[in-house]
């Protein structure tokens, strides 16, 4: 069973309780519906064909997106980047800590390459930091929890 953290509004208590699988499972099903009707679905997503610029925008955007696989360096650019199991996985952990919708947690991570290993958070929800700390998956699950929490205060 996953764990969610008191705050969410539906749960409503200082302890966090247990949500079962069928229980998350229709939430997501009630997100996918949702998204189905606002933007349609990958890769055509129908629903903007009212707004050809933007369904053009999206449909660019979801390709683009999909270069973005789980790794340190994108094969095309060789510019560094968060692995995005680390990403979706410390989104959906402060998400549910904090009780909030995973929409809520959002963040920028600039990454400069220069020696070291470092970072700081430059204002709420968004870091700077040296390429070498994506040598080492436990410093960029810190860094990105860090800056989504952050994000969440502001």
């Not at 390709?63 to 980047?81: F, I, K, L, W």
């Not at 991570?109 to 700390?133: K, M």
Request: hydrophobic fraction near 40%; proline fraction near 6%.
């Amino acid at each position: 069973m996953a764990r969610l953290v008191a705050g969410n509004p539906e749960l409503r208590s200082s302890r966090a309780r247990k949500i079962r699988p069928e229980r998350f499972q229709a939430w997501h099903a009630q997100i996918a519906a949702e998204r189905a009707r606002s933007v349609g679905d990958p890769p055509d997503f129908e629903a903007l064909a009212g707004s050809p610029a933007l369904k053009q925008a999206v449909v660019e955007l979801f390709m683009e997106a999909g270069h973005y696989r789980d790794h340190t360096r994108s094969s095309e650019t060789g510019e560094p980047q968060i692995p995005w199991t680390i990403t979706r996985d410390v989104a959906e952990e402060v998400a549910a800590r904090h009780g909030v919708s995973p929409g809520k947690v959002r963040a920028v991570v600039l990454i400069l390459g220069v020696e070291g290993v470092w970072s700081r958070i430059l204002e709420p929800g968004v870091v700077v930091c040296s390429d070498g700390c994506l040598g080492d998956d436990a410093i960029v699950t810190d860094l990105v929890r860090e800056v989504f929490e952050s994000g969440l205060r502001s």
